[in-house]
T-cell receptor
Framework: AQSVTQPDIHITVSEGASLELRCNYS??????LFWYVQSPGQGLQLLLK??????LVQGIKGFEAEFKRSQSSFNLRKPSVHWSDAAEYFC????????????FGTGTLLAVQP | DAGVIQSPRHEVTEMGQEVTLRCKPISGHNSLFWYRQTMMRGLELLIYFNNNVPIDDSGMPEDRFSAKMPNASFSTLKIQPSEPRDSAVYFC?????????????FGPGTRLLVL
């Protein structure tokens, strides 16, 4: 069965510092992988997704993620964090079959220090 | 496009009362998902519909929960009777489903508090 692990529950970075959020997945084939962001009191917004092709994916708000099959990882990165990036970040894997069902990780809460 | 619309945005009710949450998906989307988010359990998929038909309701916690999708532009999630442990944020999401991997678009959520 598919699963997603986000090992970091909470991360604090300084504004302007680089960021990497970890995501590991379990899946038997080439997965569909997603990163969503949830700002306080809001719904989830798609940052980026991977389903084939170039393993480095660019998303909105200056985020990128790299699919590494050998490590079963899809880590999210940003070279310079802004205070407005403070939010909760969710990694998700698409379930098998044409169902569009997503399996979400437990999320990583990002705090940004001035 | 207006995005996924959910109502109400906030609901406070007393234990034992019936609660109905509503969702209008993005026009043209053929899949609809109901999620529940709590601190303890994170984001859980409750049920999803494809072309108005429930496909997987294995996440529905118990018989007190029911969901319907009478047409392509409207869905409800009902809790009867409600209990304090149902307090959570309930999200609706929609997508166009063809071969898999399509993006789900989330509504703003309904924050439910059962006293």
């Amino acid at each position: 069965a598919q699963s997603v692990t986000q090992p970091d529950i909470h991360i604090t970075v300084s504004e302007g510092a680089s960021l990497e959020l970890r995501c590991n997945y379990s899946y038997g084939a080439t997965p569909y992988l997603f990163w969503y962001v949830q700002s306080p009191g809001q719904g989830l917004q798609l940052l980026l997704k991977y389903f084939s092709g170039d393993t480095l994916v660019q998303g909105i708000k200056g985020f990128e993620a790299e699919f590494k099959r050998s490590q079963s990882s899809f880590n999210l990165r940003k070279p310079s964090v802004h205070w407005s990036d403070a939010a909760e970040y969710f990694c998700a894997v698409g379930a098998s079959g044409a169902t569009n069902k997503l399996i979400f990780g437990t999320g990583t809460l990002l705090a940004v220090q001035p | 496009d207006a995005g996924v619309i959910q109502s109400p945005r906030h609901e406070v009710t007393e234990m034992g009362q019936e609660v109905t949450l509503r969702c209008k998906p993005i026009s043209g989307h053929n899949s609809l998902f109901w999620y529940r988010q709590t601190m303890m359990r994170g984001l859980e998929l409750l049920i999803y519909f494809n072309n108005n038909v429930p496909i997987d309701d294995s996440g529905m916690p118990e018989d007190r929960f029911s969901a319907k999708m009478p047409n392509a532009s409207f869905s409800t999630l009902k809790i009867q009777p409600s209990e304090p442990r149902d307090s959570a944020v309930y999200f609706c999401a929609s997508s166009v489903t063809s071969g898999g991997g399509e993006t789900q678009y989330f509504g703003p959520g309904t924050r439910l508090l059962v006293l």
